[in-house]
């Protein structure tokens, strides 16, 4: 195997390892929902997306042919972790959890709970 292929893949997997940890720890330390539910959503998917591409060029590289398994995994993870990412801010929303003092536009999060169908428990208090 050619040694820029071995430093592509190298850097690959040092990109996507860093936007993974970073992801992680942001997962751990952010302060309420809406800023956890950024660093996986953002840092990890662009991490897994770098070290399956990693993974991408290695096997295509060994096996002699392109190989599609590892592309169709990080089309799922970029097409389903926004998706998640919104049931999830829409779920938090529904619940009524606070967002921080200092977060910008909070009327907007208002509105949005206006939006909300009404609960069947919450008609019968």
């Known amino acids: 195997m050619?040694?820029?292929?071995?430093?592509?893949?190298?850097?690959l997997l040092l990109i996507g390892g860093f936007f993974v940890l970073v992801g992680s720890i942001g997962l751990c330390r952010?302060?309420?929902?809406?800023?956890?539910?950024?660093?996986p959503t953002k840092a990890t998917t662009v991490?897994?997306?770098?070290?399956l591409i990693a993974s991408m060029v290695m096997m295509s590289v060994e096996e002699?042919?392109?190989?599609?398994?590892?592309l169709l995994i990080t089309l799922f993870l970029l097409i389903t972790a926004p998706i998640t990412a919104h049931m999830l801010a829409k779920t938090a929303?529904?619940?009524e959890n606070r967002a921080l003092k200092r977060t910008q536009?909070?009327?907007?999060?208002?509105?949005a709970r206006e939006?909300?169908?009404p609960d069947a428990n919450r008609s019968h208090e």
């Open 2 to 11: 050619s040694i820029w292929i071995e430093i592509l893949v190298s850097v």
């Open 30 to 39: 952010l302060p309420d929902i809406y800023t956890r539910l950024h660093a």
């Open 47 to 51: 991490g897994m997306g770098a070290i």
């Open 64 to 70: 002699g042919h392109l190989s599609v398994h590892e």
């Open 93 to 95: 929303l529904h619940h």
């Open 105 to 111: 536009s909070q009327q907007l999060m208002s509105n």
């Open 115 to 117: 939006q909300l169908p």
